[in-house]
């Protein structure tokens, strides 16, 4: 997951100045046209879904939506506001930045190329980049497609303090070759396929790459690779406007003492700038796209065989809670005491993001919240916990 950048050392008055007296918007802003047939309400598990989800969002939630597909079906529910200073209720339906989960999407559509033939699993990225972006990204000489999906290629992430300083300073929208010029001239963390280290760049990259293959804009490949073959039409990406109308708000608690403010001041400059983030979509359409990962008919056998050649992370990046010890080629794989998931995770300063399909049982967990916060962590991850226990009880 992408690190939450809550406290940035020296800029917490300048944060402060940079909030501006929050817009009241009236409630139907965040209405959704009808993306699902929703039998939540029969659900024989429903109210204690319901229960879990409110008593955990209120010990330090904003809002959150958590849909669960089990062996008794399909239920989605909300607690909290997606706007506070407009009183607007949470609904199931409602849309969310997902952060780093947009790295699923983009490594869809780049195994959807290689089922093309437009693109090959061990292609030099060199190949695909201009000689500027070669020159002055230290292993992009000799990098390969896989070695991004992976994070194994070394390449530096672009998430640095500088280009924090910098995108809090600045008031502009950043483009995916400004965003590059943050590693350039800068060492890799090693050599290419020796180790793993988690970068941004990585995706990036591969959202460059798929431009030159393409010729096209990188928001009309979502749209032709992954939003309208699987109908996400809640999905969304942009790098013009880059948050669009209806996606609930976003908060930090700078403190950690549940005092929130919203926080598009800090996580619009991150959004909008290529394949490691910026997708915006509702919970359901979510479990869509997840569920579909298996599906032949959207990703080849043979291209799922590669995304899911698993491999052990470093103990660095083991995630105890989630069970998180593996990765695989643009797809991460979490060991549950129960079964293992694919999926991914995901945060910005404002939203945090999981997303995890059990292809063994064909149940789903989505968890959607639109606030972060030191202690968040811990209230998402407890959350999971029960959830989970009652999935898979057959009570």
């Given at each position: 997951?992408?690190?939450?950048?809550?406290?940035?050392?020296?800029?917490?008055g300048?944060?402060?100045?940079?909030?501006?007296?929050?817009?009241?918007?009236?409630?139907?802003?965040?209405?959704?046209?009808?993306s699902?047939?929703?039998?939540?309400a029969?659900?024989?598990?429903?109210?204690?879904?319901?229960?879990?989800?409110?008593?955990?969002?209120?010990?330090?939630?904003?809002?959150?939506?958590?849909?669960?597909?089990?062996?008794?079906?399909?239920?989605?529910?909300?607690?909290?506001?997606?706007?506070?200073?407009?009183?607007?209720?949470?609904?199931?339906?409602?849309?969310?930045?997902?952060?780093?989960?947009?790295?699923?999407?983009?490594?869809?559509?780049?195994?959807?190329?290689?089922?093309?033939?437009l693109?090959?699993?061990?292609?030099?990225?060199?190949?695909?980049?201009?000689?500027?972006?070669?020159?002055?990204?230290?292993?992009?000489?000799?990098?390969?497609?896989?070695?991004?999906?992976?994070?194994?290629?070394?390449?530096?992430?672009?998430?640095?303090?500088?280009?924090?300083?910098?995108?809090?300073?600045?008031?502009?929208?950043?483009?995916?070759?400004?965003v590059?010029?943050?590693?350039?001239?800068?060492s890799?963390?090693?050599?290419?396929?020796?180790?793993?280290?988690?970068?941004?760049?990585?995706?990036?990259?591969?959202?460059?790459?798929?431009?030159?293959?393409?010729?096209?804009?990188?928001?009309?490949?979502?749209?032709?690779?992954?939003?309208?073959?699987?109908?996400l039409?809640?999905?969304?990406?942009?790098?013009?406007?880059?948050?669009?109308?209806?996606?609930?708000?976003?908060?930090?608690?700078?403190?950690?003492n549940?005092?929130?403010?919203?926080?598009?001041?800090?996580?619009?400059?991150?959004?909008?700038?290529?394949?490691?983030?910026g997708?915006?979509?509702?919970?359901?359409?979510?479990?869509?796209?997840?569920?579909?990962?298996?599906?032949?008919?959207?990703?080849?056998?043979?291209?799922?065989?590669?995304?899911?050649?698993?491999?052990?992370?470093?103990?660095?990046?083991?995630?105890?809670?989630?069970?998180?010890?593996?990765?695989?080629?643009?797809?991460?794989?979490?060991?549950?005491?129960?079964?293992?998931?694919?999926?991914?995770?995901?945060g910005?300063?404002?939203?945090?993001?999981?997303?995890?399909?059990?292809?063994?049982?064909?149940?789903?967990?989505?968890?959607?919240?639109?606030?972060?916060?030191?202690?968040?962590?811990?209230?998402?991850?407890?959350?999971?916990?029960?959830?989970?226990?009652?999935?898979?009880?057959?009570?």
């Amino acid at each position: 997951m992408r690190r939450i950048t809550i406290f940035i050392i020296g800029l917490i008055g300048l944060t402060w100045l940079r909030c501006t007296e929050p817009e009241v918007l009236p409630s139907t802003y965040y209405d959704q046209p009808s993306s699902f047939a929703d039998s939540s309400a029969g659900h024989p598990k429903a109210a204690v879904y319901q229960s879990i989800l409110e008593q955990h969002q209120q010990r330090g939630l904003v809002g959150a939506t958590l849909l669960v597909k089990d062996q008794d079906g399909l239920w989605v529910g909300a607690s909290g506001y997606s706007d506070i200073a407009s009183d607007v209720p949470m609904a199931p339906d409602h849309v969310f930045f997902i952060a780093s989960i947009s790295k699923l999407f983009t490594a869809s559509a780049t195994y959807r190329y290689i089922d093309q033939g437009l693109l090959s699993f061990n292609d030099k990225i060199s190949q695909w980049l201009s000689d500027e972006v070669v020159d002055n990204v230290e292993n992009a000489d000799q990098a390969t497609i896989a070695h991004l999906l992976s994070h194994r290629s070394g390449i530096l992430d672009f998430y640095t303090t500088q280009l924090d300083l910098d995108r809090l300073n600045a008031d502009q929208e950043w483009t995916k070759e400004e965003v590059l010029t943050y590693v350039y001239g800068k060492s890799a963390d090693f050599d290419v396929d020796t180790d793993y280290s988690y970068s941004n760049t990585n995706f990036l990259l591969l959202s460059m790459i798929l431009e030159q293959v393409s010729g096209k804009p990188f928001e009309e490949v979502y749209q032709e690779e992954v939003f309208i073959p699987l109908n996400l039409t809640s999905a969304y990406y942009s790098e013009d406007q880059i948050i669009p109308e209806g996606v609930v708000k976003g908060y930090v608690d700078m403190y950690d003492n549940n005092q929130f403010v919203e926080s598009s001041f800090l996580y619009e400059e991150e959004l909008g700038i290529g394949g490691d983030g910026g997708v915006a979509i509702n919970a359901y359409h979510l479990s869509v796209f997840l569920e579909n990962l298996v599906n032949d008919d959207f990703i080849s056998a043979s291209s799922q065989a590669l995304m899911t050649d698993w491999f052990a992370l470093p103990e660095d990046y083991h995630w105890e809670e989630y069970g998180q010890t593996e990765n695989g080629y643009g797809l991460e794989r979490f060991n549950t005491k129960y079964e293992s998931a694919i999926g991914h995770t995901g945060g910005i300063d404002g939203f945090t993001t999981y997303g995890f399909y059990f292809p063994e049982s064909d149940m789903t967990y989505v968890l959607l919240c639109n606030s972060a916060a030191l202690s968040g962590a811990n209230i998402q991850s407890s959350l999971f916990e029960e959830v989970l226990d009652l999935m898979f009880s057959r009570q």
